[in-house]
DNA sequence: AACAATCTGGGATACGGTTCCCCCACTCTC
DNA sequence: GAGAGTGGGGGAACCGTATCCCAGATTGTT
């Protein structure tokens, strides 16, 4: 008998139908189904069986507008495929679900623009919190781009999280939860050095990104601590994938094959270097050592197992939500410029099979 | 000196805000966004300048509680880490961002009860479809559950996509997209049982999982096509990861060692399968023969390369979009039970090096 | 020149909840 | 037995946007 809808369309329940066919008013309905305010066991019983009969589910757009509403936190990522990524995710994830937040995802497929659209998307759903993951570029209009994002999100009462990637200069809005890249690479080089190695195939990766840069920083600083000179003409930039560890270590084969261990900016390089080793009929790790970085599944799963650096990416997930909620729920207590607002965890190597000493020391 | 907001909140503008700035009606601020209704362009203009001014962008909320607002697919899935996933969800969000949609990601964690709360959160958010992945559990319960889900998100003007699990029975409003799972078994097995292999130890993954079962269906037809007895007591029923591979062969090595290939539910445990083969000693493909299912980039980085079953998995998550894209825009033209809510996607084995006949013939 | 047709912009209402404010009914106390 | 106190429920104002319905302005027609 209602006057508001007349067609029959397939339109979800709406809270005013559950208090009407319950007898209660909406008030009554809304305060059962949040729970926060007192209310008689008759009147919740009988609520609650007609929310069960009609299927009602409270419209979560009209509850956030009202001012209530679940949490939310935008993921944003080059490309959703690659392993370090999901970790991250999935600690996120996580997190976020642990509190009762809901999480968002994006790619961006290295377009600018797209990312630009997909922050302000973001800032129409109101988020808690973007997360951007992945390495930056090292662009000045890079920085500028990002420190007007950190803004614009916080003057919409959002947060910017960067992670994986290295602290906006200024005073920006923005939390960074970064690993110790560089001091990674640094201990993974020195491993390669103890192990008596002195010509090392460097594959850092794009040479714009601001991780890989970080790692061959590592290294470099590895040789000088151990006195072994560095030869810049072992470096080969290029992307981070498998094709590319192929196609270097094929080159190098033929340009400067005394090489006898290869440090990989990622182990999915390193899995295509091994390719080529293989390929050339090189054995690893007899006469080639090869190391990773990155600690993915892959990494355990190929042979000889990979020695490798691990980056607690689940971890850093898990930090960078909680994070943005701690700020959240200390609200007006924190100040821009507290601290917290750049956390670095640990990195580590894991020693497995993919290094041996040099054929012939 | 608006009555309505005192405090300097880092609230953000709102289209009140700008219309009050530029001196027009709200009406005309929503015109000029939406852009659907003709308006002057000296009107536009200083609506422009001042939305810019305020960085001011809409509440995607309030949008779409007042009828408009940009569709969205929940995505939902057992674990975020696995690649398989990573590319049907990559081909679900690609498509999503080409019609200007949004994607929402949530992980089950295999827990039903998590899975319930997620598709309720989900119809809360009134998202256009909820895409659900992987293998469905063979229970009955099981299949009441997805229908109930299914009705459930019909009734709310939703819809229930499944990828990668067998379709529902009955007449329930959901979609299916699938592929040949089954197919695919038949032909890797006919692959191996061509190259003269006769003793299989095939490991189909967790028993109660559909795709494990179709995967072993397939294998045995394969085994009857090619008149070679089938022995049940090569088949071990495990988890899909490298450690079952690994713990499997290392068993079978031991039990029956007298197989000359494995068939390998998944590529993860082809890869602890090829492990185990090696740290006994033997070399794959010359002593034991190997295949996976999946082709995901893990195939190709291991050595040899693995011979497995390319699944079309981004494919498939185009096609799970534009599914519930064309449904939503066929609107009142579709009717339940139309063709096209079960699409099956074809498989296909990728050779590459890790079978060759048996030892001696 | 008067009137009709076409454009543009404004006012008001609806979307589905949450929550503030107020009132009623019932118990407890003196 | 009457007044005060308390707990539970209803009415209504808002949250921020889209759109329906009109009115004023402008242009064109006879």
């Given at each position: 008998m209602s006057q508001r809808k007349t067609s029959g369309d397939p339109a979800r329940a709406t809270i005013r139908d559950v208090a009407e066919r319950a007898g209660v008013s909406v008030a009554s309905v809304s305060r059962v189904l949040s729970g926060n305010y007192p209310v008689s066991e008759d009147l919740r019983r009988r609520v609650m069986k007609v929310v069960r009969d009609l299927d009602y589910v409270t419209n979560a757009h009209a509850r956030s507008l009202a001012g209530g509403g679940t949490p939310t936190v935008a993921i944003l990522i080059n490309?959703?495929?690659g392993a370090a990524f999901a970790h991250v995710a999935k600690g996120v994830e996580g997190a976020a679900t642990l509190r009762g937040w809901l999480s968002l995802v994006g790619t961006t497929g290295d377009d600018p623009e797209r990312e630009l659209a997909l922050v302000n998307l973001m800032r129409q759903q109101g988020v808690a919190a973007v997360v951007l993951l992945g390495g930056a570029y090292d662009y000045d209009e890079y920085q500028l781009r990002m420190a007007r994002f950190a803004r614009s999100l916080d003057a919409a009462g959002s947060h910017l999280v960067l992670v994986g990637r290295p602290p906006l200069e200024g005073d920006v809005p923005a939390t960074t939860v970064d690993y110790d890249n560089e001091g990674g690479a640094y201990a993974m080089a020195s491993h390669l050095l103890s192990a008596g190695h002195r010509r090392v195939l460097i594959?850092?990766?794009?040479?714009?990104?601001t991780t890989a840069q970080g790692r061959l920083k590592g290294a470099r600083r590895a040789f000088e601590s151990y006195g072994v000179p560095f030869d810049p003409g072992l470096v080969r930039y290029g992307p981070y994938d498998d094709e590319h560890g192929y196609a270097a270590v094929e080159t190098a084969l033929h340009?400067?094959?005394?090489?006898?261990a290869v440090l990989a900016g990622t182990d999915v390089v390193a899995a295509g270097a091994m390719q080529a080793l293989r390929a050339a009929g090189?054995?690893?790790?007899?006469?080639v050592s090869i190391v990773g970085y990155d600690d993915i599944p892959l990494a355990s799963q190929l042979t000889p197992q990979l020695t490798t650096v691990h980056v607690p990416y689940e971890e850093m997930g898990r930090v960078a939500l909680r994070a943005v909620a701690d700020r959240r729920e200390g609200g007006a207590g924190r100040r821009k410029g507290?601290?917290?607002?750049h956390l670095i965890l640990g990195t580590h190597v894991v020693v497995r099979n993919s290094v041996q000493p040099p054929p012939r020391g």
């Open positions: 490309n959703i495929t594959l850092p990766g794009p040479a714009e990104l340009d400067t094959p005394d090489f006898t090189l054995r690893v790790p007899d006469d507290a601290d917290g607002d």
